[in-house]
Each structure stands twice: as C-alpha cells, then as structure tokens.
C-alpha cells in the first residue's frame, strides 16, 4: 500500500521568510496530491492539490511541486504571515482508482512577527 | 452553504455509556467519511459511506458503528468504548462517490472517555 512520509515535522520562520514542506510517496499508481492546513480546534481543510499530469501549480503566496520520476513533492509559502501557523498535512491517492488518502504525519509551522 | 456541521463538539463518557456522534452536510455530497485523529497525528480513515452503502470500514472494533440514515447525515455510535478511543473524530464529505477530489471537513467531536 501506499506510505508517505513528510519532513520536517516542526519549522520555524520568521514573518516574510519563505517556507518549505516536502513529502515522498511510495506507490507509483498515486496520482492525486492535496495538502490540507489543519488550524487548532479545526479540521483540515484544503489548501492546494496537484494531479500527476502537472509539475507546478501556484495559488497567490502559495505553490506545490510534483517529481513523479523521484516520486515527491513539495509544498512552498513566500511572504509567510503569523495566519499561516498551522499544522500541514501532504497526502497522496490513486485519482482515477478512487483509493482513499494517505496522509503524512504533519508538519507544525510556527510563523514568528 | 459550504460546511459539514459535527455535535457534540465536546464528549465526554464512561466506559459502560452509550452516545452517539452526529454529522450533516448540505453541500449535495454522495461520499462521508469517519476520520479518528489522536493528537500531533494525521486523521487515520474509520469508515467511508458512498451513495449511502459503507463502502471501506478500515478493520475498526465493533464498539463503533456507523449509520448513514440519508445523503446528508452520518452518525457513529459508541459502546462499551476504552480509554485509549480518547482522540478528535473528524467528519468529511466528497462531492463524488468514488473517494476522489476535495474533502471537506468538520470541525470534529473531542471525545474523551473515563
């Protein structure tokens, strides 16, 4: 089955550093790639997704890239502010096969002002 | 209307009680989901409903059991539950019912059991 893992677990910034997520997966059949912010006392909620056919989407401060030949992908935010604190999840399904998500185990940022 | 409404957002209960969780979505969704989420860790999947059918039930006890009585309502029922079942329970949902593109949560019940 599939496993992801995520580095690092915790990262510290300061206000308008950038911040980086990276996430590897397993199962070369995964083809569907969200990352979820989980704020405290709130579920995740989505944030941006990639699907295999693209290497690079960007929402505003926001961007994720996918290596599908060295199977990762990575989770970037410019211009961070104290509101980005949160916990991020990467996870990784097989789309078209509808499996259900695997999630990596979190990664805790803390932006400082 | 964009959101998937959990109660209690707080429970707590005996090991002998039997309570139930409740969970409901208007967003037309067919798939809803029980996620079980222990602190500092990733949401582990408990069970999926699609079109109403439980679809995936991850090996979870027999102390927790789902009901989905309509597309927009998902309960778990709890019994004879054990301290370690202590932990956030995540509702989702998904537009399709194949398991496949956004899920959308709740804001989760906390349970804590004595």
């Known amino acids: 089955g599939e496993n992801v893992e995520q580095h690092p677990s915790t990262l510290s910034v300061q206000e308008g550093d950038s911040a980086v997520i990276k996430c590897t997966y397993s199962?070369?059949?995964?083809?569907?790639f969200p990352w979820y912010k989980q704020e405290l006392g709130k579920g995740p909620q989505l944030i941006i997704d990639?699907?295999?056919?693209?290497g690079e989407k960007k929402d505003q401060r926001i961007a994720v890239t996918l290596n599908k030949t060295a199977k990762h992908f990575s989770l970037h935010i410019t211009e961070t502010q104290p509101e980005d604190s949160a916990v991020y999840f990467c996870a990784a399904s097989d789309y078209q096969a509808g499996t259900a998500l695997i999630f990596g185990k979190g990664t805790t940022l803390s932006v400082s002002s | 209307d964009t959101e998937v409404t959990q109660t209690p957002k707080h429970l707590v209960m005996g090991m002998t009680n039997k309570k139930s969780l409740k969970c409901e979505q208007h967003m037309g969704h067919r798939a809803m989901y029980w996620y079980k989420q222990k602190a500092k860790k990733p949401p582990e999947l408990m069970f999926v409903y699609s079109y109403e059918k439980l679809s995936i039930n991850e090996s979870v006890p027999s102390r927790f059991s789902p009901e989905c009585p309509n597309s927009s309502l998902l309960n778990l029922h709890l019994h004879a539950l054990q301290p370690e079942d202590s932990a956030l329970y995540l509702c989702?949902?998904?537009?399709?019912?194949?398991?496949?593109?956004?899920?959308?949560f709740g804001e989760g019940s906390r349970l804590t059991v004595l």
């Open positions: 990639i699907r295999s056919n693209v």
């Open positions: 199962d070369s059949a995964s083809n569907y």
């Open positions: 989702a949902s998904s537009q399709g019912g194949g398991l496949t593109g956004e899920l959308f």
